[in-house]
């Protein structure tokens, strides 16, 4: 794999941990703070991973993580590392959940969440266990159980009031936009994104967590011109329209290290200008979003092709129309 380091991180067991002599004259180990920054170091070592190949590029890997990491819990001695070290872990469950969902496989996401909602909580961590929510959430939004994802969506931003984090409401207040443009409510979808945009204006400044640092101004771009795009899906085209520019500012606005991102987006700019009838450009979108998707290690991504495609079905008379379906099945019957 090209572009990317494989992350040079420690193997987290007590092997790595300091020893030292406990009462008694039984040997053991004791974790500090220091264990618990080469566990973060890990998590975010993997999580750019992901946002860069999919989540296949470390799935295995961060899974195989989690029994050491878990291990280390039973070796903290001062409750302020315990804390500390529970979000870390917790956050290793929150990515393996995501990785898992990345890969189409949402009942192993599920349990790796599940378990990282445990650990968020016993850490007292509201900030990290409203962002679990909201991945939870855009699982059930995948698979199409949209009232299960405003659900978790709207516990999330119960916990995001809680840590008092702007941007994790205006994270949680833009998937609420998304999740209704999917019902074809336009008034409570542009209410929530509304809500989002201000919570994401009132949060500049402040420090993100390490799992929310994605959602800077390209992210929130890219949400706006969703919301728009689902709206033209489901509603009119002409929401479309109002979506655009925030979408090809989101395309301008990703760095390599967001090709993932930067694909799903495209996806839904092509979707966007084929529902318009401006196939020349889908088309040209369109084979950049296919380019970047077939790269991926990611389901996730091509099964969100699938817009795209019934987007270029509306026009079966027409060339541009035709090769953009017939590249999207190219590409599906090589993933099989």
């Known amino acids: ?156 931003r119960e916990a995001a009031l809680l840590a008092h984090s702007k941007l994790a409401q205006a994270i949680l207040s833009a998937n609420q936009a998304w999740a209704h443009a999917k019902k074809a409510d336009v008034t409570e979808a542009l209410a929530a994104l509304r809500r989002a945009r201000e919570e994401f204006a009132e949060a500049e400044g402040c420090e993100p967590s390490p799992w929310a640092a994605f959602f800077g101004r390209t992210d929130m771009a890219a949400m706006i011109g969703t919301v728009h795009a689902e709206l033209a899906q489901v509603v009119d085209v002409r929401h479309g329209r109002d979506g655009i520019p925030a979408l090809a500012e989101a395309v301008a606005g990703y760095p390599e290290r967001m090709t993932r991102s930067r694909s799903l987006t495209l996806i839904w700019l092509a979707t966007v200008h084929a529902l318009d009838g401006d196939l020349d450009v889908a088309t040209a979108v369109g084979a950049e979003a296919i380019e970047l998707a077939g790269a991926l290690r990611s389901p996730r991504t091509r099964q969100r092709l699938h817009s795209l495609s019934a987007a270029a079905r509306r026009f079966p008379g027409n060339p541009a129309a035709r090769e953009i379906a017939d590249r999207i099945d190219d590409l599906e019957q090589r993933g099989r």
């Open 1 to 156: 794999m090209s572009g990317a380091a494989r992350p040079a991180a420690p193997d987290g067991r007590r092997a790595a941990m300091t020893g030292s002599e406990e009462p008694g004259g039984r040997r053991g180990t004791r974790v500090g703070i220091a264990d618990v920054r080469r566990l973060e170091d890990v998590v975010a070592a993997y999580r750019a991973l992901d946002y860069r190949y999919g989540g296949g590029a470390c799935r295995v890997a961060v899974e195989a993580r989690l029994p050491g990491a878990v291990a280390l819990l039973s070796d903290v001695t001062k409750t302020v590392v315990l804390a500390r070290l529970c979000t870390a872990v917790a956050d290793l469950y929150n990515l393996a959940g995501w990785t898992n969902f990345d890969q189409d496989r949402p009942a192993a996401a599920l349990v790796a969440f599940g378990r990282a909602l445990e650990l968020a909580v016993e850490a007292g961590n509201d900030d990290l266990q409203a962002n679990i929510r909201y991945r939870v959430g855009r699982l059930h939004l995948h698979y199409g159980a949209v009232d299960a994802a405003l659900a978790e969506f709207a516990r999330g």
